[in-house]
């Protein structure tokens, strides 16, 4: 009795050195915020140390005071081995922040792995049960059976995840290192935009999957993935991927599962500053997106397919595709592809590789972009830095373009600009400024509407959702 006193003691004083309202203990593996009393604005504090899961229930802030989740006094470590998850978020959680900067000591505060691949496989970070308007960031997640972040809710009996019903807003995900995955690194939204068949009462239906708004993926390190490095699906505002580095995608040899990213069906998103590399299909796949514009990224090595693959399906009406400073090496078959009907630009890219460039079945404005047949002709710096040399011919050889000021490392573009990723910059002339940080994306520094409870077991959503993904 006295040693349980003793640790009780023990972990109320590291709650306390935390600035935490609530401890959810190495003991506890069902957490639910209703029943323990958490109110917006409170902070959650997680007891260092290692447990086989935790799930998380009925987490409820406020726009402008959202509830902090953190690790303290050391580091979570969660490893599941048996069941298909890890770190579980769900039943109608909203404007929340599960950060893993609870202790200095730590760049990533929680350590979370699920390497289960039967009878389900392995989610490490699983956002589910109609989750809205959270931040997740500062987290190492490694060795799943499946991905290592799925941000989604899939199609329940009820209906009350269906479209129309249910918006998933608010996304952030940030300052993750997500590795050494036997399916996607980030499975965002969904990819079953014609309506995904679920079984209720013993017999099957087809639910349509819901819509995202507001998505902000950004500055995360994501290598070693089996199938795609990142894909997100049904964004259809207010979706931004940046500042990611994504490389060793595609290793389990899945066909249609081999991209760096992909932008699914109905999303809108500007993708930005990423450094993608060495993969067996495309550097970026686009299937059926709404407006996209793709700028200042370095997509190297994916040396069988595009670098970057777009076909707009017919699914969005007037759709307008922008590619514009994106530095492309080492493909087959097209630096940049667009089929479809969308309307396309290509501006101050350069390209390198064995095809043709830029080209697809529709017709391009293109303007200031380069091609070679060979790294050398380039100017690049060399050994894997695909900065521009003085003598480069891409110093000065594309034109301006609105809405682009800076390149890939944030250094102003000169007029008239230099095309691909990289600005030429001088040695003397110092370090790039640093860029500012992403506005929050709603008020509040949990950056992040919606509420209701899944009436589906949790066994069933497994099998509807995951191996259906098989």
């Given at each position: 009795m006295i040693v349980v006193l003793g640790v009780a003691l023990e972990v109320s004083s590291a709650a306390a050195q935390c600035d935490c309202d609530h401890e959810i203990?190495?003991?506890q593996e069902v957490w639910d915020g209703a029943e323990n009393g958490v109110q917006p604005g409170d902070r959650v504090c997680v007891t260092a140390g290692e447990r086989p899961f935790l799930r998380i229930?009925?987490?409820r802030g406020s726009a402008s005071a959202p509830v902090v989740v953190s690790n303290c006094g050391g580091r979570v470590v969660i490893h599941n081995d048996e069941r298909a998850y890890?770190?579980?978020?769900?039943?109608d959680s909203s404007h929340f922040r599960l950060t893993g900067t609870g202790d200095p000591a730590h760049e990533y505060g929680f350590d979370i792995s699920a390497p289960a691949e039967e009878p389900y496989p392995g989610v490490g970070v699983w956002l589910v049960g109609r989750s809205s308007d959270y931040e997740v960031d500062h987290m190492e997640i490694h060795d799943t059976?499946?991905?290592g972040v799925s941000a989604k809710t899939d199609p329940l009996c009820d209906g009350s995840a269906d479209q129309g019903n249910f918006v998933q807003r608010n996304t952030h995900l940030h300052h993750l290192w997500v590795h050494d995955t036997i399916g996607e690194g980030f499975y965002v939204g969904s990819t079953q935009a014609d309506g995904q068949t679920i079984r209720c009462d013993g017999r099957e239906e087809v639910h349509q999957v819901h819509f995202l708004e507001g998505v902000e993926i950004h500055d995360n390190l994501i290598e070693n993935t089996g199938w795609d490095g990142a894909q997100i699906g049904m964004a259809r505002e207010g979706c931004r991927f940046h500042h990611n580095v994504i490389r060793n995608v595609g290793l389990e040899g899945v066909e249609f599962q081999q991209q760096g990213l992909q932008i699914g069906t109905y999303s809108a998103c500007e993708v930005f500053a990423n450094d993608i590399r060495h993969g067996p299909a495309m550097g970026i796949i686009v299937l059926g997106a709404g407006d996209l514009f793709v700028h200042s990224n370095l997509i190297v090595d994916f040396p069988t397919g595009d670098g970057i693959y777009a076909h707009q399906r017919g699914v969005i009406d007037g759709a307008v595709y922008r590619f514009a400073f994106n530095t492309i090496v080492g493909f087959e078959r097209n630096g940049i592809t667009v089929f479809g009907e969308a309307e396309a630009s290509a501006t101050g890219n350069l390209?390198?590789?064995e095809g043709?460039?830029?080209g697809g079945g529709l017709a391009w404005e293109d303007a200031g972009n380069l091609v070679y047949g060979d790294e050398s002709d380039a100017g690049f710096v060399g050994s894997g830095d695909y900065h521009l040399r003085e003598d480069s011919p891409a110093v000065g050889a594309a034109i301006a373009v609105?809405?682009?000021?800076?390149?890939?490392d944030n250094w102003p573009r000169r007029d008239p600009p230099s095309a691909g990723a990289y600005e030429y910059r001088r040695a003397d002339e110092g370090p790039p400024p640093p860029r500012p940080d992403p506005e929050p994306m709603s008020g509040g520094s949990g950056g992040c509407t919606v509420a209701g409870t899944p009436a589906i077991s949790w066994s069933?959503?497994?099998l509807v959702g995951l191996r259906r993904r098989r």
């Amino acid at each position: 009795m006295i040693v349980v006193l003793g640790v009780a003691l023990e972990v109320s004083s590291a709650a306390a050195q935390c600035d935490c309202d609530h401890e959810i203990g190495l003991d506890q593996e069902v957490w639910d915020g209703a029943e323990n009393g958490v109110q917006p604005g409170d902070r959650v504090c997680v007891t260092a140390g290692e447990r086989p899961f935790l799930r998380i229930r009925n987490l409820r802030g406020s726009a402008s005071a959202p509830v902090v989740v953190s690790n303290c006094g050391g580091r979570v470590v969660i490893h599941n081995d048996e069941r298909a998850y890890a770190l579980v978020v769900e039943d109608d959680s909203s404007h929340f922040r599960l950060t893993g900067t609870g202790d200095p000591a730590h760049e990533y505060g929680f350590d979370i792995s699920a390497p289960a691949e039967e009878p389900y496989p392995g989610v490490g970070v699983w956002l589910v049960g109609r989750s809205s308007d959270y931040e997740v960031d500062h987290m190492e997640i490694h060795d799943t059976g499946f991905a290592g972040v799925s941000a989604k809710t899939d199609p329940l009996c009820d209906g009350s995840a269906d479209q129309g019903n249910f918006v998933q807003r608010n996304t952030h995900l940030h300052h993750l290192w997500v590795h050494d995955t036997i399916g996607e690194g980030f499975y965002v939204g969904s990819t079953q935009a014609d309506g995904q068949t679920i079984r209720c009462d013993g017999r099957e239906e087809v639910h349509q999957v819901h819509f995202l708004e507001g998505v902000e993926i950004h500055d995360n390190l994501i290598e070693n993935t089996g199938w795609d490095g990142a894909q997100i699906g049904m964004a259809r505002e207010g979706c931004r991927f940046h500042h990611n580095v994504i490389r060793n995608v595609g290793l389990e040899g899945v066909e249609f599962q081999q991209q760096g990213l992909q932008i699914g069906t109905y999303s809108a998103c500007e993708v930005f500053a990423n450094d993608i590399r060495h993969g067996p299909a495309m550097g970026i796949i686009v299937l059926g997106a709404g407006d996209l514009f793709v700028h200042s990224n370095l997509i190297v090595d994916f040396p069988t397919g595009d670098g970057i693959y777009a076909h707009q399906r017919g699914v969005i009406d007037g759709a307008v595709y922008r590619f514009a400073f994106n530095t492309i090496v080492g493909f087959e078959r097209n630096g940049i592809t667009v089929f479809g009907e969308a309307e396309a630009s290509a501006t101050g890219n350069l390209v390198v590789g064995e095809g043709p460039g830029i080209g697809g079945g529709l017709a391009w404005e293109d303007a200031g972009n380069l091609v070679y047949g060979d790294e050398s002709d380039a100017g690049f710096v060399g050994s894997g830095d695909y900065h521009l040399r003085e003598d480069s011919p891409a110093v000065g050889a594309a034109i301006a373009v609105a809405d682009i000021s800076v390149d890939m490392d944030n250094w102003p573009r000169r007029d008239p600009p230099s095309a691909g990723a990289y600005e030429y910059r001088r040695a003397d002339e110092g370090p790039p400024p640093p860029r500012p940080d992403p506005e929050p994306m709603s008020g509040g520094s949990g950056g992040c509407t919606v509420a209701g409870t899944p009436a589906i077991s949790w066994s069933l959503l497994l099998l509807v959702g995951l191996r259906r993904r098989r």
